[in-house]
């Protein structure tokens, strides 16, 4: 939540002064649309209007509209950028600013104030819980997203990982967005535009927002003024998370990151045969599995108790028993549902420690080469020279390329032990 006086939403965004220009001014494009239809639809402003280049037969022409179309406000739009680049921190802004009273996205309104917190009545916020989002839960949104606003502003459907679409949530949501509601705005975030991600007859459809991996020094400023972190270990968090702002926040604040952290920097120097590398696998498995499940502890027995008692458990009426009896389907699918969520957790936990690997080889890399770029491990400088020394700049480069492999094989779906088993043999071979 933006705190300080004359903030906006939009300065929640690091590093991406571009980006920023580009949704303010659809921002104000909007406002504009929906003063105009305000006025002509009289006093009670029913008239809903068409984004530009995409209103209805039916839409009369609304006034200024050179100056919307210089906004280039459209119903679509698809935040594509790195881990950590801040791609639905812009779509949330986005989102808020068009449902801001005065339509800047000042920060201070309800409007700001629920979008940002998630509960706004005309904003339908997807973010997957499991592995994947299916056709159901896609239908369903777009079917709410369709409605008119309560508001009198804007439906907005934000979905985070766009790249997790079923094919079949993926053609649901296709079809909304060739045929959108008059005042329906639909925020995508995928972390790149490869067909893999997201499908291609999608991206055409959508206005692209490009962001980038935001400057260490942006994002320590940021943990300076925002949490009140010390500049020495701000700066540090920052180039460790490698421009990933909320990495770079656990880091400053939570010593249990730290020490995972420090173990998996610790793998290269432990690999000295066959059985220390598949130590050292089964260490980094297990180490995703503790965090894992130290998550699904805090929430999933809390969401179950939530569903039993709206279901009537407790309950001694008529009928309680035989309620509770018919609700097995729907505690099997919360079931489900947690277990997916689980592993997702489980993937990003081990997939934040191979970054972090990669990241020393990179720094290995960058010493024998002599490359004028700052390390992203200050804290390992010993370690990394002794590498360098050690390796040849082509074994490196051979153990950078297995670490991103492993990366590769895992999001292929592949078991992450025996993936991250043979990474670490790779490792150890150079």
Known sequence: MIDRAGATVFDRLVGQAEAVTTLRRAAAAAAVQLAASRALGGAGGDHAPGIVGHSTPQDPPLPHQAQVEGGAMTHAWLFTGPPGSGRSVAARALAAALQCADGTGCGQCPGCHTTLAGTHADVQLVVPEGLSIPVGQMRELVLRAASTPTGGRWQVLLIEDADRLTEAAGNALLKAVEEP?????FLLCTPSLHPDDIAVTIRSRCRVVALRQPPAAAVASLLQTRDAVPADVAAWAAAAAQGHVGRARRLAADPAARQRREAVLGVPR???GVGACFDAASALIDAAETEAAAAAAETDPAERAE??????????????AGAIRGAAGQLKELERR????????????????LVDLAGFYRDVLAVQFGAPVPPIHTDTAEMVGAAASRWSAESTLRRVEAVLACREAIELNVKPRIAVEAMMLALWRG
Do not use: C, F, I, M
């Not at 947690?338 to 420690?353: E, H, N, P, Y």
């Open 307 to 320: 569903l039993e008692t709206a279901l009537g458990a407790g309950g001694t009426g008529r009928g309680a």
């Open 181 to 185: 509601s008059p005042r329906t705005v």
């Open 270 to 272: 432990r690999l000295t």
């Open 338 to 353: 947690q277990k997916s969520r689980a592993t997702r957790t489980q993937r990003d936990a081990l997939d934040r420690a």
